[in-house]
Structure formats: C-alpha cells, structure tokens
T-cell receptor, first 116, second 115 residues
C-alpha cells in the first residue's frame, strides 16, 4: 500500500544532543511537510518542500532544519534539542495543489520525541 | 490572522446519537478547500471528508457529512450514529489558493462518545 512512513516512532534524546527524524513516502507526492504537535494542540507547520523548493515558516526556530535528498525522503534535524522541543512530529505529503483545492494531506504515524 | 476557528474544545455525545462539530474559516479567496481530520489517541491523522468552495452539494462520506454554509463561512462536521471508536480529536483545516500548498488547522475539538 502506498503510504507515509516515519522512523523511529519513538525517539529519546538528551538535552542539546542533535537528533534526526526521517520520513519516506511511496505516494510520489511532490509536496512534503513537517509539523510539530504538542499535547492537545493543533499541528504547527515548521516547513514544507515543494519538490526541492524549501519553504520555511517565519516562526520556525533556527534549531530546526530539513533536508529532502529526493522525492521519497525528507529529514527533520533538530540541532540542539531543548526540553520545549519534546512533541509529536508529523510528516505529511500532498500532491501539487496549484490550481486545485482538492488534494488532501496524507500523514505518517508520527515520531514522538522525548528530551531528557 | 487566524484562518480556522473551532470553538468547542471538548464535546460529549451519547453512543448512537448524532453530533455536530463546529468550524468557521476566513479567507478572501474564492477557491479553497475544507478538510476534516480525525486524530485518535495513537496520534495518526486520518482524513475524513473534503468540501470544495465551488461544490454545491454538501459532502458526505459514510457516517460523516459536512454542513457547508458558504455565506456564513462555516463547515461543520456532522457524525451520525456515534460509535465508541469515534472518540478522538477532530481538526478542521483549510487550503486556499493564496498559499496553495499550505494547510491551516483549527485548534481541534476533543470528542468523547459515552456508552
């Protein structure tokens, strides 16, 4: 089945120790998103890629970086995690939405990050 | 400016009854899409239903229907015959053509279905 996969599902890191979360997709969608979601809150968009075009949200801290080496893979790097970065990180994909409002986002199962 | 407003942080409904989750939105675009997602406690976001701004009929998907009132800019989700498995967070989201690849999410409604 075509899907969005996130690894690992659970990640524990130490304060200040860099961590990388990964996302892969078999849907061949050209848009990929990273969201941060804290308990009982809406997902907060960190950035998204439209093909290789990187779109950062204005309020995303510099501590968060992303890479998309090819269509299928996207990585979220947290350079120096703080306690406030503990959250669920959701990856999503979508078809190119230019000219069409229909295409929904497909979400991965998320990676729950704990910072000790 | 906030694009999506969900005014019900939490709702209770009796099993087998219908429930309406409210969503209002704000956009100046004529073309936009409205989406509802379900998020169980396990964390995955599940797409439920879509309504396009030019759709004249209200969208329906099984037990889910969307009460779309364009002039009032509301897109309420109606769940008929609630089941225990419907207990989850529900998010309303919108995409418009101004930022065509961005989805704006509401703050969510936590639905609890009582047996």
């Amino acid at each position: 089945d075509a899907m969005v996969i996130q690894n690992p599902r659970y990640q524990v890191t130490q304060f200040g120790k860099p961590v990388t979360l990964s996302c892969s997709q078999t849907l061949n969608h050209n848009v990929m998103y990273w969201y941060q979601q804290k308990s009982s809150q809406a997902p907060k968009l960190l950035f998204h890629y439209y093909d290789k075009d990187f779109n950062n949200e204005a309020d995303t801290p510099d501590n968060f970086q992303s890479r998309r080496p090819n269509t299928s893979f996207c990585f979220l790097d947290i350079r120096s995690p703080g306690l406030g970065d503990a959250a669920m990180y959701l990856c999503a994909t979508s078809r190119d939405n230019r000219g069409s409002s229909y295409n929904e986002q497909f979400f991965g199962p998320g990676t729950r990050l704990t910072v000790l | 400016a906030q694009k999506i407003t969900q005014t019900q942080p939490g709702m209770f409904v009796q099993e087998k009854e219908a429930v309406t989750l409210d969503c209002t939105y704000d956009t100046s675009d004529q073309s936009y899409g409205l989406f509802w997602y379900k998020q169980p406690s396990s964390g995955e976001m599940i797409f439920l239903i879509y309504q396009g701004s030019y759709d004249e009929q209200n969208a329906t998907e099984g037990r889910y229907s969307l009460n779309f009132q364009k002039a009032r800019k509301s897109a309420n989700l109606v769940i008929s015959a609630s089941q225990l498995g419907d207990s989850a967070m529900y998010f309303c989201a919108m995409r418009d053509l101004y930022n065509f690849n961005k989805f704006y999410f509401g703050s969510g409604t936590k639905l609890n279905v009582k047996p």
